[in-house]
């Protein structure tokens, strides 16, 4: 394809961006699809000969759109709502030209540098040390994975050559993300050497079971190495106490990991940086700016204080090997799994730059400003009840009904098209999950999840009074 | 930012990109550039209020590009050569303002059933059964740790609970990426625990000396369980035999990856599908769109004939407890450490279908011919000679000198700016790699190589003959 050839189909990828953007209200948030849809759509077999870029802009438009779930849209309300922006997708755009891969700083000096750049302006704002070392990596499982990997080579350096021996045992909450125990699994840790910590009524790691679970593990001749705590949870967005947990940590030598990866991007608010209190005490962070901070899938930010244990636990040659480096040409590929590396830290440096600090904190109080309203209607209602403190911008809460009844709501809005909400269980009960994380979310579209949900009662009591 | 800005910078990022591509030659391929140069170009913190976009922009240009190893110059001959397409790079761009992530079958059916699709297509370009079930990570190294993880599963499936126990072992050659390595030792199978067999004059895997290997850990009570064969190694791209490996790995219960993440690509070439022969006995396999097949990074491809094993080795769920589900309705979240998935198949779909097989066998029969030519200058010339046989498009040689010589030749090389070369050890010595595989490489670009390395070798002996 020629340059003006990719002018023409690029402006056109252009337009249809900025149409998409702009009228993304129109389009219902979950399609009305079934399984196999698109595959019977499809051809078989790819073509043998090239096709007209043309037929293929324009099935993608009639088949592939229809079969999206728009993230984009502002009432996708589900998991943790996301959002890119459009500093994002430039930075993207531009990526993909430049299609370099930062596996070493000489493979591309602008990918490694700029990732120092962008992740040492992020730990300002979100108040961490000086020496804490960041890297970008794809997603949070493979951030906390790296956490646990780093972990494991402190506690067990023997095991980098020899392999594991099954005697470590990794902490978390019973609210933690299923990616720490996959990650334990992943790393040869073993299930059953994960211990799912109870919370108290708020949802939060309970330090007095903590405690309890890791000299039970000690006495039997276990070797407790590391507790993951959640800032932000995926259930309800509770807050684990850091402090608490760091000292337990500390007292037992235990990594300490936190898994900020949605709420962490609130710290970035001067007034809520109070959440990673402790921070200082842990050894690593994981905080993920495709989440919360306007910044398109992938990228997932990983702070440690301990980059040489990190190196270490991947390390193919001895330390006793290694050569004298140029100590500011980082090659990122040393400290993970992964060789290639795309260059994420441009999409992040466009986001920081086009908001500013002042620009994220904006949306991120909005968001939260949204659904303490949301949790307030609620609260009010007498058809509805909340099951879960709300520190962020996810509303745990519940019609007051039966499970069914509740799943019966939840498919009533997501099959509407309106809005997208998903569930979890609380306590034994059905519990619907409202988050708020899109750039373009209103107050309106909350509001109109709200009345939906309202008549829908409405017609429950009048089905109930007559059935 | 507004639909009618987003259009406009969004238009100046295509232009800038349609010139960029248009003029890539003028550009060194390596940026004379020194450690920590763009971290002292820019701000030690992220702006408090945001910036305009022209700035960003602007900087963008000023700063980052300058201090670019320029992956898409045609003369890019390092490590594999690789390159992005104008059609790929459509793709993500789209991809990029969907922003979709393909966890569930749920939360982005097109994107999961795109991946279907075209995964099937290029099994079927491949020449692989159709049991083989294909999945999009995002490197080889995380396709081949997948790999050893299923291995794992399949060999000592209460390990997945309990933990390992450092009494499991793999085979590689010598000559297999380091990415294997780092997998095993990722796992907690420890890197005493990693055999790697020696290698024949054609740098292959030693099928006796596999078996030997294998019988001498089984008599002193070690548990092979996994062998993996590279279909185009990184130092030279030797082949190893594949059916060899495979009567071993029948004989000794071990699960058989091939690691073809480059060479997998030539293969799409009719008369070059023998380099698969055997691959239906193997369990898994990995090929990187992203290295050959014109994709921008982050594409790997990874197919295994068992994904019930793959599944359960990252599975949270007792098998007795798994639900019921639409057949379907994938969830390729169930199937790796990734919980987030980008919608990496919407790249290859425009890939695929714009080049469609013959366009893009068309590309790698030239890029092999070229090698070959380039192969053949060598080895008319007293100056240089062949260090490896050349199966693909990467050239292995060296100038007829010492060590320090081709280390100078190859530093005066990149240094240029002309060109970007790399080198590896090969029976001892020091030897240049010339790689090619970027879609806008022409006879001419690899003969204004040769012609610099002739004028350099003239140099030396003057340089010779008089010091």
């Given at each position: ?160 050559a020899r392999g594991l021996r099954g005697d470590l045992v990794l902490y978390t909450s019973e609210h933690a993300h299923s990616s720490i125990e996959k990650g334990a699994i ?11 910590i109870g919370v108290d009524d708020r949802f939060r790691m309970r330090p007095d079971l903590l405690r309890e679970a890791v000299m039970l593990d000690r006495n039997v001749g ?234 829908w009662a409405a017609r429950q009591s009048v089905h109930g009074a007559h059935g």
């Amino acid at each position: 394809m020629n340059s003006d050839e990719f002018r023409r189909y690029g402006y056109q990828a252009v337009d249809w961006i900025a149409h998409y953007l702009e009228n993304i209200r129109e389009y219902p948030v979950v399609p009305k699809v079934r399984p196999g849809d698109l595959i019977d759509a499809l051809p078989v077999s790819a073509p043998e000969h090239g096709e007209p870029m043309e037929s293929v802009l324009n099935d993608f438009e009639k088949l592939i759109v229809p079969e999206i779930t728009h993230w984009n849209h502002p009432r996708f309300l589900a998991y943790f709502a996301i959002s890119g922006s459009v500093p994002g997708i430039l930075g993207e755009m531009l990526a993909a030209a430049l299609n370099v891969n930062g596996m070493l700083w000489k493979s591309s000096p602008a990918a490694t540098e700029l990732e120092q750049v962008t992740l040492g302006w992020l730990r300002q704002w979100l108040g961490l040390p000086a020496e804490f070392f960041g890297i970008i990596y794809d997603t949070a499982s493979i951030s906390s994975m790296h956490a646990i990997a780093a972990a494991r080579e402190k506690a067990d350096p023997d095991s980098h050559a020899r392999g594991l021996r099954g005697d470590l045992v990794l902490y978390t909450s019973e609210h933690a993300h299923s990616s720490i125990e996959k990650g334990a699994i992943t790393l040869g840790i073993g299930q059953e050497n994960v211990r799912k910590i109870g919370v108290d009524d708020r949802f939060r790691m309970r330090p007095d079971l903590l405690r309890e679970a890791v000299m039970l593990d000690r006495n039997v001749g276990k070797k407790p190495f590391c507790v993951v705590a959640t800032i932000g949870t995926t259930s309800t967005s509770s807050i684990d106490p850091l402090n608490e947990i760091a000292d337990i940590a500390e007292e037992h030598g235990l990594w300490l990991h936190v898994d900020a990866a949605y709420a962490g991007a609130a710290a970035v608010v001067p007034e809520l940086q109070f959440i990673l209190n402790g921070i200082e005490r842990a050894h690593s962070l994981v905080v993920n700016p495709h989440k919360w901070l306007f910044t398109p899938v992938d990228l997932s930010v990983f702070y440690t204080r301990e980059p040489d244990t990190l190196r270490r636990a991947f390390s193919l040659v001895p330390e006793y090997l290694r050569t004298a480096e140029d100590p500011r040409a980082v090659n990122f590929m040393d400290y993970g799994v992964q060789l290639g590396r795309r260059f994420r830290s441009l999409k992040l440096w466009f986001v920081l730059r086009y908001f500013g600090r002042q620009g994220i904190a904006k949306i991120i109080r909005e968001h939260i400003a949204y659904a303490q309203r949301f949790a307030a209607l609620v609260r009010e209602d007498l058809d509805f009840e909340i099951a879960a403190p709300v520190p962020f911008s996810l509303v745990c809460f519940r019609f007051s009904g039966s499970d069914d009844e509740n799943r019966a709501l939840m498919n009533a809005i997501n099959d509407s098209g309106l809005a997208f909400l998903s569930h979890t269980v609380l306590n034994g009960q059905v519990v619907l999950r409202l988050a708020i994380g899109n750039i373009e979310t209103k107050w309106d579209d909350i509001e109109q999840v709200w009345r939906f949900m309202k008549d829908w009662a409405a017609r429950q009591s009048v089905h109930g009074a007559h059935g």
